[in-house]
């Protein structure tokens, strides 16, 4: 890749110099830096949180460097994905059951064929990120007159019954970069800055930057045990075109700006530096890890029902009260049957060995589960009128 880079480079701009290359993580910071976004981020901390399809990759700088970095596989897919199913498993996926019938029936009566035909298509492969994705890409067809009409996104932030999972799944990140951040001695940051095409999920939980940021700010001082100055907190995002940010960010990355190791600023939180672990090998994950493992995972559920009492659930971000109540049902269900199957889906889908030491938290492990099954049974509640 580096050779092709090379050849490119010196065939359209013609110069001695050579590309340098840029971890893909820490681009988004120099773009809303750059472009005069954020200010104070030489003096307080800044969060770089980029959530992909696959991974969420965080960055904390500070005087304009990197010093921290973490990455895990909970970003978009975990919604709008399978799960741990390798196989596809759209004909169970409470997303797809509930507005494939209403994209379906808005193609025929609006005599959009060509765009039917390639929907079915896709259907029939039944794998969730594919057919989500392709209701994502509707309302930016050219054949479409009236955008909004098809708008996936607005759909699914109308819809009070799903926004929950939205607002747990987006919880679930700021919680675990908090409790990073603390444990490495890194004080509130100033800025969150959001990315990557995931962070388009932000405008289904509310389109009030001012609510998500209360809803952040929360969540920090509450891990902190401590609360923002007179500066506080504020989120930075480009919601028109969030993956753009990486590409902009990157021309705008000096080759004074990176870091010479990457594994020295990188750090895997296990969940379980109370009781003195800080790392894991899979060959270590005995019953008593695990078990201790669904116990944290459950302080954070209950940490998360607990926002409810500073920001309330159903007159702030409209989530339905039979959704709410259905969610305190079945969202601490089932952990350690999530846990192991994260575990065997990852160690099959990455080959690893029993001595590999684990690259990212298992706290987000059981949560796939718990999201996949929340979707499900809030689908349910209620339908979408063709």
Excluded at 76 to 99: M, P, R, V
Excluded at 105 to 129: C, H, Q
Aim: proline share 3%; aromatic share 12%; glycine share 6%.
């Amino acid at each position: 890749m580096a050779e092709e880079w090379n050849q490119l480079f010196n065939q359209y701009f013609k110069s001695s110099i050579t590309p340098i290359a840029i971890p893909e993580s820490l681009a988004p910071f120099y773009y809303f830096k750059g472009t005069n976004k954020i200010q104070g981020g030489a003096y307080k901390p800044v969060v770089s949180i980029d959530i992909g399809g696959g991974t969420t990759d965080i960055v904390v700088f500070k005087s304009n460097k990197a010093l921290l970095l973490s990455s895990f596989k909970f970003a978009a897919n975990t919604i709008f994905g399978d799960g741990f199913s390798e196989y596809g498993a759209a004909s169970s996926n409470g997303l797809i059951q509930k507005y494939s019938p209403h994209y379906e029936a808005l193609l025929v009566n609006n005599g959009l064929n060509r765009l039917l035909e390639v929907f079915r298509a896709i259907k029939t492969k039944n794998r969730s990120e594919d057919i989500n994705a392709f209701l994502f890409s509707i309302e930016n067809n050219t054949s479409i007159n009236s955008s909004k009409q098809y708008s996936y996104n607005e759909l699914l932030a109308q819809d009070e019954d799903i926004k929950i999972v939205f607002l747990y799944f987006y919880a679930a990140i700021i919680y675990h970069v908090a409790q990073l951040m603390k444990l490495k001695g890194i004080e509130l940051p100033k800025h969150i800055i959001l990315s990557g095409t995931g962070s388009k999920v932000l405008q289904i939980i509310t389109p009030d930057r001012s609510l998500l940021t209360k809803f952040s700010k929360v969540i920090f001082e509450k891990v902190y045990g401590q609360n923002f100055d007179q500066d506080g907190l504020s989120i930075e995002t480009e919601k028109n075109q969030p993956k753009e940010v990486t590409c902009k960010g990157g021309l705008m990355t000096g080759e004074g700006d990176l870091v010479e190791d990457l594994e020295e600023i990188k750090h895997t939180l296990t969940g379980l530096e109370d009781i003195g672990i800080a790392t894991l090998r899979y060959s270590e994950l005995d019953a008593a890890i695990k078990k201790s493992m669904v116990s944290y995972i459950e302080n954070f559920h209950h940490f998360f029902l607990s926002l409810n009492d500073d920001l309330n659930f159903v007159d702030d971000f409209t989530i339905s009260p039979a959704a709410f109540t259905l969610f305190k049902q079945e969202a601490g269900k089932h952990l350690p049957d999530y846990l192991e199957n994260a575990l065997g889906f990852n160690a099959k889908i990455d080959e690893l060995s029993d001595d590999k030491e684990l690259e990212e938290s298992l706290f987000f492990y059981p949560l796939i589960g718990t999201i996949n099954n929340l979707i499900s049974q809030l689908a349910g509640i209620s339908t979408v009128k063709h």
